[in-house]
T-cell receptor, first 111, second 111 residues
């Protein structure tokens, strides 16, 4: 069982560059979400989706875009990377209710 | 608004003692709460959950207590072991099915 798979695990960007963090789940979950986690802090919700074709903003959406063209995939796009976006990013998924399954995280450094 | 926080950022206990980790939430409309454990370099892992129609739920060595009157959640770990060392997060599902996390408590086990 793959669960929630995130790629890449590590990435270094220069300020102004763009990139996409990939997230895929094979559990047929309707709900998917992206969180960022900064040192010593909890997880903050960036964007989430309750099903294919539906996305919505979380607590800290600025500077990020998402799309949900399929149930399985939920990519997170950084349009113009900034040092403030240096963080560890977690993708997660679940059924409509119940346990949220997390990926292993993607560590992003913006120089 | 939705806000989940923890009373203490760190907790140290002796191996074999019981641990109690506390959490306060502000959204009285939340009806589902989850405790997660996060080990260093890994994504959060589900420990136990509880719905708002319950006051207590027990798992293996863990118990979650919910006091809706004062909007308080706690996680009790019995006979704490070295493998319990981690950061523990409480989370609530509030409006629009968004899962909101607290800051986290780092649990350290003393030999």
């Amino acid at each position: 069982n793959a669960g929630v798979t995130q790629t890449p695990k590590f990435q270094v960007l220069k300020t102004g560059q763009s990139m996409t963090l990939q997230c895929a789940q094979d559990m047929n979950h309707e709900y998917m979400s992206w969180y960022r986690q900064d040192p010593g802090m909890g997880l903050r919700l960036i964007h989430y989706s309750v099903g294919a074709g539906i996305t919505d903003q979380g607590e800290v959406p600025n500077g990020y875009n998402v799309s949900r063209s399929t149930t399985e995939d939920f990519p997170l796009r950084l349009l113009s990377a900034a040092p403030s976006q240096t963080s560890v990013y977690f993708c997660a998924s679940r059924f409509e209710t119940g346990e949220l399954f997390f990926g292993e995280g993607s560590r992003l450094t913006v120089l | 608004g939705e806000n989940v926080g923890l009373h203490l950022p760190t907790l140290s206990v002796q191996e074999g003692d019981n641990s109690i980790i506390n959490c306060a939430y502000s959204n009285s409309a939340s009806d589902y709460f989850i405790w997660y454990k996060q080990e260093s370099g890994k994504g959060p892992q589900f420990i136990i959950d509880i719905r708002s129609n319950m006051d207590k739920r027990q798992g293996q060595r863990v118990t979650v207590l919910l006091n809706k009157t004062v909007k308080h959640l706690s996680l009790q770990i019995a006979a704490t072991q070295p493998g319990d060392s981690a950061v523990y997060f409480c989370a609530e599902i509030g409006g629009a099915q968004k899962l909101v996390f607290g800051q986290g408590t780092r649990l350290t086990i003393n030999p």
